[in-house]
C-alpha cells in the first residue's frame, strides 16, 4: 500500500513569506504528526493531530499551524518565515490510538528560506 | 523534560564487523523505544522498536536491547553489510504522552560501513 506522501518536496521562499506544507498519511491511518529537522536541532516534535484534533503540540512559535480534515490528511502553515525556520518538515501517520506512537516517516519537505 | 543522549556521532566498521550505538534517556517512565535509519534524501524509516517490558528485541541481524535501571538502550547491527550505512535514530516516548506521535529524538549516529 502506499506510503506517507508530502508535498511539495522541495520549495524555496523568502523571509516574511508563508508556506504550506500537505501530508496524505497512510490509508486507515488517523493520527499525523510533524516534525522539523535540523542540522542543529535534530528531529523535534511539532504537533500531532487524531480525529481532526490536536492531540499534542511541541515548543515552537505560533507562527507554526497545522489542521487535519476529516480524511485525515494534514496540512501544516509557517507565517512569516525567518531564515531559521529551513528545514526538512517531516510528516509521519500512525494507525490507531494503541500504536499512535508507532511513525511512519515520509519523505519530507524541504524548505529553504532566503 | 525529557531528554536523548545518543553515542557515538559517526561509527565506521568494516564490512562483516557488528556496530553498536547507544542511547541513555532522562525519564524512568519512558516506556516505548524505537530505532530509526534515515537514508540521504529519504524519511526516517522505522527498523527496530522495543518497549519497556521487554529486555531484548531481535530481527535478522538487528537487536535492540533495554536497561531500565540504567535508562539505557541500545542498538545492535551484526554482519554489517554497505547498504548499512546511512543515519540511525534513537527515539523514546514521553511520559504522559506514550500513546501519542510525540518522540524525543536522539542526535543520531552515522554509520559508514567500507566495503
Known amino acids: 500500500k502506499a506510503g506517507v506522501t508530502q508535498t511539495p518536496r522541495y520549495l524555496i521562499k523568502t523571509r516574511g513569506q508563508q508556506v504550506t506544507l500537505s501530508c496524505s498519511p497512510i490509508?486507515?491511518?488517523?493520527?499525523v504528526s510533524w516534525y522539523q529537522q535540523t542540522p542543529g536541532q535534530g528531529l523535534q516534535f511539532l504537533f500531532e493531530?487524531?480525529?481532526?484534533?490536536?492531540?499534542n503540540k511541541g515548543n515552537f512559535p505560533g507562527r507554526f499551524s497545522g489542521r487535519q480534515f476529516s480524511n485525515s490528511r494534514s496540512e501544516m502553515n509557517v507565517s512569516t518565515l525567518e531564515l531559521g525556520d529551513s528545514a526538512l518538515y517531516l510528516c509521519?501517520?500512525?494507525?490507531?490510538?494503541?500504536?499512535?506512537?508507532?511513525?511512519?516517516f515520509g519523505a519530507g519537505s524541504r524548505l529553504t528560506v532566503l | 523534560g525529557e531528554n536523548v543522549e545518543q553515542h557515538p556521532s559517526t561509527l565506521s566498521v568494516q564490512e562483516g564487523d557488528s556496530a553498536v550505538i547507544k542511547c541513555t534517556y532522562s525519564?524512568?517512565?519512558?516506556?516505548?523505544f524505537p530505532w530509526y535509519k534515515q537514508e540521504l534524501g529519504k524519511g526516517p524509516q522505522l527498523i527496530i522498536d522495543?518497549?519497556?517490558?521487554?529486555g531484548e528485541k531481535k530481527d535478522q541481524r538487528i537487536a535492540v536491547t533495554l536497561n531500565k535501571t540504567a535508562k539505557h538502550f541500545s542498538l545492535h547491527i551484526t554482519e554489517t553489510q554497505p547498504e548499512d550505512s546511512a543515519v540511525y535514530f534513537c527515539?523514546?516516548?514521553?511520559?504522559?504522552?506514550?500513546?501519542?506521535?510525540?518522540?524525543?529524538f536522539g542526535q543520531g549516529t552515522t554509520l559508514q560501513v567500507k566495503p
Open positions: 509521519a501517520s500512525s494507525p490507531d490510538r494503541e500504536r499512535a506512537n508507532v511513525l511512519t
Open positions: 522495543i518497549r519497556s517490558n521487554v
Open positions: 493531530y487524531f480525529s481532526e484534533t490536536q492531540r
Open positions: 525519564d524512568s517512565a519512558s516506556n516505548y
Open positions: 490509508s486507515g491511518h488517523r493520527s
Open positions: 527515539a523514546a516516548s514521553i511520559p504522559g504522552s506514550s500513546n501519542t506521535g510525540k518522540l524525543i
